[in-house]
């Protein structure tokens, strides 16, 4: 299993922006396909944004894309989260989730939370408005 921590959560205000950092350790040397999931209070966690280990095709939830961006440095074993123009419905804690590399294209392999075996502690993100 590969051990994940986030960093980089904050408050901002509605158009701010934020980046988030998640950094992996223990079995780095596996191909894991990565993800950025959230949870809002009250709510279920849902998808946000995936980076395929393959050849990093990214995948993001309607809401965000074109304002969010993922990215992975795979010499640091690091996963970043750019976070533009963010709104208040931004507001959750985010989660950082690693599964074995799929090697497939389509967000049907991304997408669902049960297939990730390991997660982060999460990060606040709150946007005021």
């Known amino acids: 299993q590969v051990q994940l921590v986030e960093s980089g959560g904050g408050l901002v205000h509605t158009g701010g922006s934020l980046r988030l950092s998640c950094a992996a350790s223990?079995?780095?040397?596996?191909?894991?396909?990565m993800a950025w999931f959230r949870q809002a209070p009250g709510k279920e966690r849902e998808f946000v944004t995936a980076i395929s280990w393959s050849d990093s095709s990214t995948y993001y939830t309607d809401s965000v894309r074109g304002r969010f961006t993922i990215s992975r440095d795979n010499a640091k074993s690091t996963v970043y989260l750019q976070m533009n123009s963010l709104k208040p419905e931004d507001t959750a804690v985010y989660y950082c989730?690693?599964?074995?590399?799929?090697?497939?294209?389509?967000?049907?392999?991304?997408?669902?939370?049960?297939?990730?075996?390991?997660w982060g502690q999460g990060t606040q993100v709150s946007v005021s408005s």
């Open positions: 223990g079995r780095t040397s596996s191909n894991y396909d």
């Open positions: 989730a690693a599964k074995s590399a799929a090697y497939l294209s389509g967000s049907y392999y991304y997408t669902r939370r049960y297939d990730y075996h390991s």
